[in-house]
């Protein structure tokens, strides 16, 4: 059968009929490929796999970071309409006694902010600071006949555990804002590590014996004149599945972090939902100041009793009225912009479950044959069905891989690394889902904004040991087809030859 008029190709040049070559890759037959073309199509095969599995890995992060973006926004936006809601509630309902707590406040939400974005804070002793701070303030604000120092709001702070000044609502509070927002960064955590994990998999390179068989399956029925035969559905898997196997050993660990994702997303809805926790502040801590001023008397003679009377004030001023509660009520249910969000997020979590063993058929799908050419298919030998069995998921169901020599006792560190990564991030969520605080800043040393691509270093909001995501879509490369354009024809074989010609002359230009 001959093939197309010599084109020239790096120092070969390819004569105008098929020749018997001793090929190292594709069968030995007449072919229309030489030992140069065949090493310039390995190249190309490499560079080809290892971009199609980037580029499905930058799919699945453009969706991480698209979730990641949503809720961080989202949770932003609560815990500032939180605080606006509190400074003008409180301006309208207690007037004067406002300014003189304001700062207490502030340092509130700062504190939470701070924590939500990653920043070293025991959001447990922030809160109880919130308390105390809040009591000094108000002692002596409600006490404007007594001059009082530091040393006496000492003896009063120790006071306040066994005589409660503000009811049972810092208990109660504590315990649904830590869960909210320990469950808030816990999640927006487990999707930058989820991020981190996916594109170092992505990253990890191919053997040699993979690109022999990519080659083989890919650009081999060029050599051998049969362009138009597209490889046999199991025959591609098979490549695939020997191919991925090192990633594909990521499933399980992958699945339980979605899972356990999932259960983080639930406690965002359940019992309480985060919107109403975080928006019902200014109403709580309102009834709390209020249960003061209501129990004042009493709240001042144990104290007096414990701590004796303090000195009266030589310039006494007048006494604060006492406030009204002006925060609007909140719904304990989400929020219908909650209620989407969480929705969403769930979807993807569920939705990416099966990445890793689902890849080799996603990279099939435009490769292989259809049903109704499981006879005329590249079988990687000829154009014939192919008949060994397809092989099961990860490294030790490839000892028997008929298309890819794998050494199961030699796995990639690189995914053995995001195994154990992903099993210590598995264990500080399901800690942290009872709303145990949970440190993730040493939970991979390997975790950084350093070279991640994740998030411009500027504008990381995290702690710089925990890399945010970069929220904007990342950028596509585009990566040739490996559907040639060729003729399908039986008719005129020798045109698979030219396409195969000119496909090496564009290699070999652009290796220049």
């Given at each position: 059968?001959?093939?197309?008029?010599?084109?020239?190709?790096s120092l070969s040049v390819l004569g105008s009929?098929?020749?018997?070559?001793?090929?190292?890759?594709?069968?030995?037959?007449?072919?229309?490929?030489?030992?140069?073309?065949?090493?310039?199509?390995?190249?190309?095969?490499?560079?080809?796999?290892?971009?199609?599995?980037?580029?499905?890995?930058?799919?699945?992060?453009?969706?991480?970071?698209?979730?990641?973006?949503?809720?961080?926004?989202?949770?932003?936006?609560?815990?500032?309409?939180?605080?606006?809601?509190?400074?003008?509630?409180?301006?309208?309902?207690?007037?004067?006694?406002?300014?003189?707590?304001?700062?207490?406040?502030?340092?509130?939400?700062?504190?939470?902010?701070?924590?939500?974005?990653?920043?070293?804070?025991?959001?447990?002793?922030?809160?109880?600071?919130?308390?105390?701070?809040?009591?000094?303030?108000?002692?002596?604000?409600?006490?404007?006949?007594?001059?009082?120092?530091?040393?006496?709001?000492?003896?009063?702070?120790?006071?306040?555990?066994?005589?409660?000044?503000?009811?049972?609502?810092?208990?109660?509070?504590?315990?649904?804002?830590?869960?909210?927002?320990?469950?808030?960064?816990?999640?927006?955590?487990?999707?930058?590590?989820?991020?981190?994990?996916?594109?170092?998999?992505?990253?990890?390179?191919?053997?040699?014996?993979?690109?022999?068989?990519?080659?083989?399956?890919?650009?081999?029925?060029?050599?051998?004149?049969?362009?138009?035969?597209?490889?046999?559905?199991?025959?591609?898997?098979?490549?695939?599945?020997?191919?991925?196997?090192?990633?594909?050993?990521?499933?399980?660990?992958?699945?339980?972090?979605?899972?356990?994702?999932?259960?983080?997303?639930?406690?965002?809805?359940?019992?309480?939902?985060?919107?109403?926790?975080?928006?019902?502040?200014?109403?709580?801590?309102?009834?709390?100041?209020?249960?003061?001023?209501?129990?004042?008397?009493?709240?001042?003679?144990?104290?007096?009793?414990?701590?004796?009377?303090?000195?009266?004030?030589?310039?006494?001023?007048?006494?604060?009225?006492?406030?009204?509660?002006?925060?609007?009520?909140?719904?304990?249910?989400?929020?219908?912009?909650?209620?989407?969000?969480?929705?969403?997020?769930?979807?993807?979590?569920?939705?990416?479950?099966?990445?890793?063993?689902?890849?080799?058929?996603?990279?099939?799908?435009?490769?292989?044959?259809?049903?109704?050419?499981?006879?005329?298919?590249?079988?990687?030998?000829?154009?014939?069905?192919?008949?060994?069995?397809?092989?099961?998921?990860?490294?030790?169901?490839?000892?028997?891989?008929?298309?890819?020599?794998?050494?199961?006792?030699?796995?990639?560190?690189?995914?053995?690394?995001?195994?154990?990564?992903?099993?210590?991030?598995?264990?500080?969520?399901?800690?942290?889902i009872n709303g145990n605080d949970v440190d993730?800043?040493?939970?991979?040393?390997?975790?950084?904004?350093?070279?991640?691509?994740?998030?411009?270093?500027?504008?990381?909001?995290?702690?710089?040991?925990?890399?945010?995501?970069?929220?904007?879509?990342?950028?596509?490369?585009?990566?040739?087809?490996?559907?040639?354009?060729?003729?399908?024809?039986?008719?005129?074989?020798?045109?698979?030859?030219?396409?195969?010609?000119?496909?090496?002359?564009?290699?070999?230009?652009?290796?220049?």
């Open positions: 059968m001959s093939c197309a008029a010599g084109v020239s190709l009929k098929k020749r018997r070559e001793h090929l190292r890759v594709c069968p030995q037959s007449y072919t229309c490929c030489t030992t140069g073309m065949e090493e310039n199509l390995l190249n190309l095969s490499r560079r080809e796999f290892e971009t199609q599995v980037k580029e499905s890995g930058r799919t699945l992060q453009a969706s991480i970071s698209g979730q990641y973006k949503s809720f961080d926004d989202y949770f932003l936006q609560l815990l500032n309409r939180s605080e606006a809601s509190l400074q003008s509630s409180f301006q309208t309902g207690f007037g004067p006694l406002f300014s003189q707590v304001a700062k207490v406040f502030q340092d509130l939400y700062s504190d939470l902010r701070r924590y939500y974005r990653g920043t070293k804070v025991n959001l447990e002793e922030a809160l109880n600071e919130f308390w105390a701070h809040l009591l000094e303030r108000l002692f002596k604000a409600l006490n404007p006949q007594y001059s009082i120092g530091e040393e006496y709001l000492e003896c009063v702070a120790k006071q306040s555990e066994t005589l409660k000044p503000f009811g049972d609502t810092p208990k109660e509070l504590k315990i649904k804002v830590m869960r909210t927002v320990i469950a808030a960064r816990t999640f927006l955590q487990g999707l930058v590590i989820s991020g981190e994990a996916l594109r170092k998999v992505s990253q990890v390179s191919l053997s040699t014996e993979c690109v022999r068989s990519v080659m083989k399956m890919t650009y081999c029925p060029h050599c051998n004149g049969v362009a138009f035969a597209k490889p046999c559905s199991n025959y591609c898997k098979n490549v695939m599945k020997g191919c991925l196997a090192n990633q594909a050993d990521l499933d399980s660990e992958w699945r339980n972090l979605a899972d356990t994702m999932l259960q983080v997303v639930d406690k965002m809805s359940r019992p309480y939902s985060a919107d109403s926790v975080i928006l019902s502040l200014p109403k709580r801590v309102a009834e709390a100041i209020l249960y003061m001023q209501d129990n004042l008397n009493t709240f001042n003679n144990k104290v007096f009793q414990a701590c004796g009377s303090p000195v009266l004030s030589s310039t006494p001023e007048d006494q604060i009225k006492r406030g009204r509660n002006a925060a609007e009520e909140v719904s304990s249910t989400p929020g219908f912009q909650l209620e989407k969000l969480l929705s969403d997020m769930s979807r993807m979590l569920r939705d990416v479950m099966q990445y890793w063993i689902l890849l080799p058929s996603k990279l099939c799908a435009d490769r292989e044959s259809g049903p109704s050419e499981v006879d005329t298919c590249w079988n990687g030998i000829s154009v014939n069905r192919y008949l060994p069995e397809v092989m099961g998921d990860g490294l030790a169901n490839q000892i028997n891989n008929p298309e890819v020599e794998i050494d199961i006792t030699k796995p990639d560190m690189t995914v053995r690394q995001q195994i154990m990564q992903l099993k210590i991030v598995i264990n500080r969520l399901k800690y942290a993730f800043q040493d939970a991979s040393d390997d975790i950084s904004g350093s070279g991640s691509g994740m998030c411009p270093e500027d504008q990381c909001p995290h702690n710089p040991r925990l890399a945010a995501p970069n929220t904007d879509r990342p950028k596509v490369y585009a990566y040739p087809s490996e559907n040639k354009k060729v003729a399908n024809g039986r008719s005129s074989q020798n045109l698979p030859c030219i396409s195969l010609y000119l496909l090496s002359l564009v290699t070999v230009l652009l290796r220049r």
